[in-house]
């Protein structure tokens, strides 16, 4: 079974740029997560779908990220305008709706704001 | 406001000795909790849960306690070895599939 996909692994952009993340989440996975991990700290919730609704974007910071999952499959998160503090490890994980709901995550997309 | 937090952000033990790692919360009532490993430049990958009835859950040379009293939980790994070395993280999870992480402890098993 194709675990959690995740693109690009590095990204390098300048503060006020705008990057884009995509997630291919494991086949027949309804819940879809974005988390941002700081460099020593643990995850942090963005948001998470269920199919291509929103259940939770509280922790989205919805001045400057956005994301979607069309046709409730892959998604895409974008930041614009990038700021340094931005600086971290995005990390997509999708769960079955069946069972307990262990998380299966991608290997993150790594972001540096200079 | 929620609270998770993990025993010292790093814990060094001797090889074949058991390594505990804590995970206290405050403010809130998870139906399960759950335990990742984390290992440098890759993703958390999920290990053991237990839900808020039960006491202990066991898997090979992993155990974990779920005190909802206490609001805690202990994880132990048994007869180490230096492949354990990663970063290990708890997750708080409702019947919503909402899944709050904890810091981290990451550990160190020396030969």
């Known amino acids: 079974e194709a675990g959690v996909a995740q693109s690009p692994r590095y990204k390098i952009i300048e503060k006020r740029q705008s990057v884009a993340f995509w997630c291919n989440p494991i086949?027949?996975?309804?819940?879809l997560y974005w988390y941002q991990q700081i460099l020593g700290q643990g995850p942090k919730l963005l948001i998470q779908?269920?199919?291509?609704?929103?259940?939770?974007d509280s922790q989205l910071p919805k001045d400057r990220f956005s994301a979607e999952r069309l046709k409730g499959v892959d998604s895409t998160l974008k930041i614009q305008p990038a700021k340094l503090e931005d600086s971290a490890v995005y990390l997509c994980?999708?769960?079955?709706?069946?069972?307990?709901?262990?998380?299966?995550f991608g290997e993150g997309s790594r972001l540096t704001v200079l | 406001s929620q609270k998770i937090e993990q025993n010292s952000e790093a814990l060094n033990i001797q090889e074949g000795k058991t390594a505990t790692l804590t995970c206290n919360y405050t403010?809130?009532?998870?139906?399960?909790l759950q335990w990742y490993r984390q290992d440098p430049g890759r993703g958390p990958v999920f290990l053991l849960l237990?839900?808020?009835?039960?006491k202990e859950k066991r898997k090979e040379r992993l155990k974990v306690t779920f005190d909802t009293t206490l609001k805690q939980s202990l994880f132990h790994i048994t007869a180490s070895q230096p492949a354990d070395s990663a970063t290990y993280l708890c997750?708080?999870?409702?019947?919503?599939?909402?899944?709050?992480f904890g810091p981290g402890t990451r550990l160190s098993v020396l030969p």
């Open positions: 237990i839900r808020e009835n039960e």
């Open positions: 779908f269920q199919n291509n609704g929103v259940v939770d």
């Open positions: 086949s027949g996975h309804a819940t």
């Open positions: 997750a708080l999870v409702n019947y919503g599939q909402n899944f709050v």
């Open positions: 403010n809130y009532s998870p139906a399960y």
């Open positions: 994980a999708s769960s079955s709706l069946q069972g307990p709901g262990e998380l299966f």
